[in-house]
């Protein structure tokens, strides 16, 4: 069963994401690089073997994701849990500009990851584009007066928060047939939202300092539970779930 092999690991993750939180709060850096990427690490072999019995993960070739979607997935926990280690000293410019790279580079890999052989709901995607451009343009005018003496920082944020919105609205409009497991997939659609949450939140605590009560530990809440549930959204067409109510019917 993959409950056996996979329940005591998220009590692991989330214990070492639980401590790192509270090292965060102590401002203890040495420890906080130490723990904060490997809650992000640690889903690799769950994205690549754990959820599969341990076997090496295979995607259904009726399915319309690509046969290396679960590389890219892990891919993108990789560029992720690096951005991680920038973003610890995110008031240092250099390394808020090495983190926001590092997380565009998680997102491209999402994307490709998601990229489907079919096309995408040509409605949804235009729908999640208006609304995306309604709620973010003016979170975005707002942020940017506190950054007009630093262009380059102005244009990758706004690079950055592009990247973050395509994907999230790319996975909204994947194309889906009988065999995708909608449990996983909702999680997904969770996960991506939970990600822009993240790092609005984040924008606003560096920027707007005392305007987000219990700044970080919101910061790490949402990015926590995103990477978290966009990993398990890797399952939607190899979840166990899945055949198990096939196998009923």
Aim: charged share 15%.
């Amino acid at each position: 069963m993959p409950t056996v092999l996979t329940f005591p690991y998220y009590i692991a993750v989330l214990a070492v994401a639980g401590t790192y939180v509270f090292f965060a709060q102590q401002e203890n850096k040495q420890m906080m690089h130490l723990l904060k990427s490997i809650p992000i690490w640690m889903q690799i072999p769950l994205i690549l073997f754990l959820w599969d019995h341990g076997k090496r993960r295979t995607v259904d070739p009726e399915s319309p994701i690509k046969s290396n979607y679960h590389t890219f997935m892990a891919l993108g926990s990789l560029m992720g849990g690096i951005g991680d280690q920038f973003m610890i000293h995110p008031d240092v410019r250099n390394s808020l500009v090495m983190g926001t790279v590092f997380f565009g580079l998680c997102h491209i890999a999402y994307i490709y990851a998601v990229w489907p052989s079919q096309p995408f709901k040509k409605s949804t995607l235009i729908v999640g584009t208006v609304i995306s451009l309604m709620i973010l343009l003016p979170i975005y005018w707002v942020l940017i007066q506190d950054m007009k003496d630093d262009i380059l920082l102005m244009f990758g944020m706004g690079a950055y928060l592009v990247l973050e919105t395509a994907a999230t609205i790319m996975f909204f409009a994947l194309p889906r047939n009988e065999n995708c497991c909608e449990r996983c997939y909702s999680v997904g659609r969770i996960g991506y939202v939970s990600f822009i949450v993240s790092d609005v939140v984040l924008f606003f605590h560096l920027f707007r300092h005392g305007l987000i009560p219990f700044g970080d530990p919101t910061v790490m809440f949402f990015y926590y539970m995103a990477q978290f549930f966009i990993a398990y959204s890797s399952r939607m067409y190899t979840c166990h779930h899945l055949h198990a109510e096939k196998e009923k019917e």
